[in-house]
């Protein structure tokens, strides 16, 4: 028989230090005698003699496959010297493990190990990770669908306390299912993540929220007896914050997309959350000082941005400078403007007046 050609390609694995190009028949990860031979370090033909005296136990189409060479080199599964015409055998998981269950060395055990594990398994794990980001990808562009069914409803209506569960159940509690799927935790800790993250976003301020509810609705909220209301409660009351609770669910799902398949799960990447905390914590006592009651005190921020900087070209220039999507990213990420943003609040807080 022809002596097969060594397959130089990219795609192979590292199997006891010794690449081996990853080779597929029949949707199945296969090798040849010579791979067998090469990784356990046996002479040539060793892997061939224990076939063939053996072969009353293997099952063709289970444990192996003959492939004729023209098949091969047309479907590309591996290289095969021009001049090979006869049948090549492929070995599968099974057959492999069944023709070295002699080899009980060492070496033997950790090529077994690494090749099962690293090889052959890999195959299906991969097709199982692919799966699974296919149907996230497919659940996600149809919660855009309802999202943007649902919007016309959300404009054209004034929330109101019986209204906002329709903003709840159609797009809330799926949006949370998304991320609770994309990042393998609780509903709990999915919600938690939002909020956070709309404090680092857009200043988003729970206690205000709160605050603003029970004063909407008539319901009793004071330091003795605070209202134990939900936050998504707050935030399904008012546009502003639906949109703010949306656009920031979205934002940390694309920031979770990248899979690992060779480990055949999803990686969380969630290095970009930073939190705002500190900003909102210098600007409260300004935002209450005014009686501010715009969304997050945005009326008061506004204030205080037109202080620092006469012009929004200012801040446009700013912002494009030290790649920031928002002021208050920049003031996280430039020591110079959070101190100016710090002295600013100070000073308007030690003057009178309105906004």
């Not at 090889?119 to 669908?145: C, D, P, V």
């Not at 500190?278 to 005190?297: A, C, F, R």
């Amino acid at each position: 028989m022809n002596e097969l050609k060594t397959q130089t390609i990219t795609d192979c694995v590292i199997i006891n230090t010794m690449p081996l190009a990853i080779k597929e028949y029949n949707n199945r990860r296969v090798v040849t005698f010579k791979d067998i031979d090469t990784l356990h370090q046996r002479p040539d033909g060793t892997a061939r003699r224990n076939f063939n005296a053996n072969k009353r136990h293997l099952i063709e189409g289970e444990d192996y496959f003959k492939v004729c060479a023209d098949e091969i080199r047309t479907h590309k599964i591996m290289e095969v010297s021009p001049k090979t015409h006869e049948y090549i055998v492929f070995i599968t998981e099974s057959g492999y493990l069944m023709l070295t269950k002699s080899l009980t060395d060492d070496l033997a055990w950790k090529v077994q190990r690494e090749l099962v594990n690293t090889y052959f398994r890999a195959k299906n794990m991969l097709t199982i990770t692919k799966t699974s980001f296919q149907t996230l990808i497919n659940k996600i562009s149809s919660l855009e669908t309802e999202i943007v069914d649902m919007r016309h409803c959300l404009e054209t209506k004034k929330p109101t306390q019986p209204n906002f569960w329709l903003w709840k159940k159609h797009i809330a509690n799926k949006v949370i299912d998304t991320l609770v799927e994309t990042l393998h935790i609780d509903s709990r800790s999915a919600y938690d993540m939002v909020y956070d993250n709309m404090i680092s976003m857009y200043g988003f301020d729970k206690s205000f929220a709160i605050s603003q509810f029970c004063s909407k609705y008539g319901i009793e909220n004071t330091l003795d007896n605070p209202a134990k209301i939900p936050v998504i409660d707050t935030i399904a009351d008012v546009p502003e914050y639906q949109r703010q609770f949306v656009e920031t669910t979205n934002h940390i799902i694309s920031c979770n997309k990248e899979i690992s398949y060779a480990k055949n799960e999803v990686q969380v990447n969630v290095s970009d959350i930073v939190l705002c905390d500190k900003v909102q914590q210098v600007i409260m006592p300004l935002i209450h000082k005014y009686e501010d009651n715009s969304p997050n005190g945005s009326k008061t921020y506004r204030t205080v941005y037109k202080k620092m900087r006469k012009t929004d070209k200012a801040w446009k220039n700013m912002l494009t400078r030290h790649h920031c999507k928002s002021k208050k990213e920049l003031l996280l990420k430039c020591d110079k403007y959070y101190a100016e943003f710090v002295q600013v609040v100070n000073d308007l807080l030690s003057e009178g007046g309105e906004i």
